[in-house]
């Protein structure tokens, strides 16, 4: 009984730079999916490859013929359900998305401030037409050097509401002040690049922010831009020295340095838990005028909750979600994955190697999964896309 060829498939280079090898192994790769033809290419490379890049893509593009190829330079690269920091290498990943329909885009950081000014509607949906509307989620790598990333998401969604947006920011030097997204033939040191999915692959997949929720929900009812000054009526300061307080002597250890906001998405919900925050840094704390710094803009009326980021937090959110998308995936076809996580999780945060792709992977076997490790990571909370930190990003490939 033969068995039916796979979806997609992924695996790790990790040789000096020698164009003629990594054809052959390139191929060999491609090899593996055979009779089916390949969709996307994606690739995601360690610094040590960026003087050789454009070779690197001409190889992807004219000899294994992949017609729509993206990546970027990364931190760490994964492969299934292997991570690789400090000695990565590349990873390529090739995948057949049957009915698909994929449409890809180039910007700079000058489009992104002109689609922010720009008042009317559609500024990114007339780039796309015709077939915007079609359009039923996002895959977009971005370079997080020379744009504002959080300017650019929300005239994203402006035009495209409700369209789950996921991956990341690439890595860069902080030396030489350099990054790298690669678009099918072109490098690109500016913007980044978004791949449209329609017909009849989506993307779903879940954001996992690392975090775990401690003490109750509050009303924020006083603010000034960024500085939460009244929560539930009472002075910000006081509210967070009651709740830790109040924790465990386990969750009070476990939060000094890593007690983080969370901003519900939807506050017209009853009940909330993991999953309904978006969350932001704790950036100072004033006992003095009961006043808290936040990363993000909170608005009076907003529900809130303290949460704790660390490895415990993370893993136990982490194998949560997975146990629950696992269920959903269960009446529709994988084709494939990829995975867009912090370069702050990994062994830093865990203390041992391969723990998210691990987890993970779970989910796509048998079919392939590639990622990155870098510097900023898109998905959605609720029904609205951010930039988030410390979190695990993955975009799965599935039917319709």
Known sequence: MSLEPPYSVADRWNEPWNALA????????????????VTLGLVFASPKYMDTALELVDVLRSSVGIPTLAGCVSGGIICNEMEHERDAGIALGLYYLPGAQLQDLAFSSSMA????????????????????????????????LHFDVETWINSWQRDF??????GGLSHFDPEEKQSLVVWNDSLLTNGGVAIGFAGGV?????????????????????????VLERIGNRPAFQIMEDTFNQMSNDLRVRSRGNLFIGLA????QEDFGRGDFVVRNLMAANPENGQLTVGAFPRVGQTMQFQIRDGEAAATELKELVANKISENADKRVFGACLSNCAGRGWAMFGLP?????IIYRMIKPQAMAGFFGNGEFGPVGNRNFVHGYTSSLAVFKEV
């Not at 509401?161 to 996921?166: A, F, L, V």
Request: hydrophobic share 30%; proline share 7%.
């Open 354 to 358: 391969h723990h998210d792709a691990t």
């Open 113 to 144: 401030r002109d689609a922010a000014k720009s008042e009317e509607e559609g500024f990114w949906r007339r780039r796309f037409d015709p077939g915007s509307e079609s359009i039923n989620s996002w895959l977009v790598f971005a370079e997080p």
């Open 202 to 226: 989506c993307i779903r997949g879940l954001t996992a922010q690392g975090c775990t929720p401690v003490g109750e929900t509050w009303t924020i009812t006083k603010v000034k831009d960024n």
């Open 22 to 37: 990594f054809k052959r192994w390139a191929l060999q790769l491609r090899r593996r999916l055979l009779p089916r033809e």
């Open 161 to 166: 509401p409700g369209k789950p947006i996921y």
């Open 265 to 268: 998405v939807d506050e017209y």
